[in-house]
């Protein structure tokens, strides 16, 4: 079974559909204004938790515009694909996936909205998404959304989810406004995910106030990823969550495989002097980079200079594939390909990172 752990929906498009509020939250709902659905779609709306300035900074709307026809079109034509179905399963047999994780690609409304508004716009992602799929459930699995600015709420979201729409993992976001994942307020939530025994997804956007800061969309997107994951690690790591949670199973996307190792060797190096201050280090009862290898996964990229390393100090079951499709930085259709024709890796380990850690993990 090849299994692609990271891919993407354009709803976008169809922000008024999503986001369809009831009750006290109604005149929140999105309004679309112009004709069609598509990258030029606008809506009016106040649902966007991120910043005016790193919103303008991210914008890459030429990238995916079919007028401006970049790289010949061929991006912005694939763009169909995250909202049809019949066209999306045509897309991953170009690549020989049997299933693959989908996510919104704006996963700051359904995840950063404060109170309660954050709880239904979660849910109404989650409801949504699972109609888009129904019919396809052999084949795409939805990743449930949690209101991370509703810390009550993440708990019971995960569960019905799981339970009732039958989604296999969940989100977890890098930090929401003042808060770490080492808040107390998130424990819930860790403790329904080993209860269910489902993996927290960790899967950033390119915005956040340590992004922010840049100008312009190639910065924010080179900065984005690796710098919103890594506070998320040191808190789960440093802040005890995985000494409290030891059967917790947490995966990062799209920082190369490459990405924790560093923070493993900068980690131990310290706890090396902070094992001497209980005050600092008291809740870790072993070196920092025992709970990676435990607890965490990661996302490569089929073109990597080096998995094998990765491999060495991570695990060989820890590593899984991620194509980021329809996005424009994906490798698709050459992602399993180039993992398949890597000389650095065994067979077993190839194999492994493209379809038996993923299935191991979602218990598929």
């Not at 079109?73 to 991953?92: F, L, N, P, S, T």
């Not at 909205?113 to 699972?130: E, R, T």
């Not at 939805?142 to 019971?156: F, I, K, L, S």
């Not at 190792?261 to 072993?286: K, V």
């Amino acid at each position: 079974m090849i299994i692609d752990l990271d891919s993407h929906l354009r709803e976008g498009y169809f922000l008024d559909e999503v986001y369809k509020l009831e009750g006290p939250y109604a005149k929140l709902t999105p309004v679309k204004t112009g004709e069609g659905r598509g990258h030029t779609t606008k809506f009016i709306h106040s649902l966007d938790p991120i910043s005016p300035q790193g919103r303008a900074a991210h914008s890459h709307p030429y990238i995916y515009d079919p007028k401006f026809g970049w790289r010949g079109g061929e991006m912005a034509a694939r763009q169909v694909a995250g909202y049809d179905m019949e066209k999306r399963r045509e897309g991953i047999r170009q690549e020989n996936i049997d299933r693959q994780i989908i996510f919104p690609t704006q996963i700051s409304i359904a995840t950063q909205n404060i109170g309660k508004l954050g709880q239904a716009l979660a849910q109404c992602y989650n409801n949504w998404v699972a109609k888009l799929v129904k019919g396809y459930e052999d084949l795409f699995l939805p990743v449930a959304m949690a209101p991370a600015g509703y810390p009550e709420g993440m708990a019971d979201e995960l569960r019905r989810s799981v339970k009732e729409l039958e989604f296999k993992a969940g989100h977890l976001v890098p930090y929401c406004g003042s808060r770490n994942l080492d808040d107390p307020a998130y424990y819930p939530y860790y403790e329904a995910a080993q209860e269910l025994d489902v993996p927290l997804f960790c899967h950033p956007n390119s915005n956040g106030e340590l992004v922010d800061r840049f100008d312009n969309f190639f910065k924010t997107h080179v900065l984005g990823r690796p710098m919103n994951c890594t506070p998320a690690l040191i808190a789960l790591v440093l802040g005890g969550v995985f000494e409290k949670f030891p059967k917790l199973k947490v995966v990062f996307f799209e920082c190369s495989a490459e990405w924790p190792l560093y923070w493993m060797h900068r980690m131990d190096d310290d706890y090396e002097w902070a094992r001497d201050f209980p005050h600092l280090s008291g809740c870790l009862s072993m070196k920092p980079s025992e709970y990676v290898r435990r607890n965490c996964y990661v996302t490569c990229e089929a073109d990597e200079g080096d998995l094998a390393r990765p491999i060495a100090e991570l695990g060989e079951d820890h590593i899984l594939m991620a194509t980021d499709y329809p996005h424009f930085d994906s490798e698709y259709p050459h992602t399993v390909s180039g993992i398949l024709a890597r000389t650095d890796i065994t067979q077993k380990q190839k194999e492994k990172i493209i379809g038996e850690n993923a299935a191991r993990l979602l218990r598929l």
